[in-house]
Structure formats: C-alpha cells, structure tokens
C-alpha cells in the first residue's frame, strides 16, 4: 500500500542551494499503462516493473524486480513521454522528503512527494513552509498522467 501527498515546490527555494548535500538517485520510467498504472523504472542499478491500483493518496503498490535486459526491451513499449528525474531524499522530522528535479521533456519542475505509514498521519502532516500546493489530489501531478500529456508549467 501506498500513501503518499505530494506538493510542488518552487524553483526559487532556498534549499535548491544545499542539495548537494543530500543523497540523490537518478530515475527513469515509461509507462505501459496508465489505467490501472504499469510502470518500468530505472533507479540508478535496479529495475522494476510496477503496478498501482487506483487513487492518488491511498492506492495499492506492487514492485516486481526485472533484469537491466528485460527493463531495457519493455522500456521500448512504453507510451507516451519517458519520464526522467533526480529525487533527493531530504530528512524533515521522522519523515523523508523525495524531492524531484525533473529533465527532459519536463526539465526544471519540481514536486516533492512524502510517504507514511497511515492515511490518518498523512492527513495529520504538516508540511514545512518551503512547499508549495498540495497537488495529492490532482491527476495531472500524477507521473503516469504527465507521460501522457505535457503539463503546463
């Protein structure tokens, strides 16, 4: 299970100066499908293929491992945009903020994105004040929809 809010945030941040001091994965993901969401992912030297159920909260989440090989030919047969991005894992009380940098086709948007435990202590979290909207209940913000369609920054 997946439960998550994500939130935009602002190119003019204060914190966009210091994440070098941060742990930073590179990914990049297709879409198979996108209802319900079938995804392929690289991040950095693993491979997955994912399938999440419907919502944008509170949803069902499965990862499968793939092989580099099997990763690189599904990849082929995804739809739409693939989706690149630096996620730096920025710690924030008992929480770890993925905040996304986006390239290609999308290069320069950012949208952090926080998990936990329960819907009820993600509804209780507050978030810090450098975060822009919550878009957790918009589509649009969704990866898969944004392979889809270009998303008007």
């Known amino acids: 299970m997946e439960i998550e809010r ?28 996108t209802n319900p969401v079938v995804r392929v992912r690289q991040d950095e030297d693993s491979y997955y293929l994912t399938y999440k159920g419907a919502g944008l909260k ?12 099997a990763y690189a030919h599904l990849l082929k047969k995804a739809d739409g945009m693939i ?12 929480y770890v903020i993925e905040l996304d940098v986006f ?15 329960s819907e009820a202590e993600c509804d ?8 822009g909207e919550d878009v957790t209940g918009k589509k649009e913000y969704s990866n898969s929809f944004m392979s889809e369609n270009k998303l008007r920054k």
């Open 6 to 33: 994500k939130f935009l945030i602002s190119p003019q941040v204060e914190i966009l100066s210091h994440l070098g001091e941060y742990r930073c994965r590179r990914i990049e993901q297709g879409y198979l499908n």
């Open 58 to 69: 509170v949803r069902e989440e499965y990862n499968l491992p793939l092989t580099k090989e």
């Open 83 to 94: 989706i690149t991005k630096d996620r730096y894992e920025i710690p924030y009380e008992s």
């Open 103 to 117: 390239h290609g086709d999308y290069e320069g948007f950012l949208m952090a994105e926080v998990e936990f435990a």
């Open 124 to 131: 209780a979290f507050l978030p810090p004040e450098w975060f």
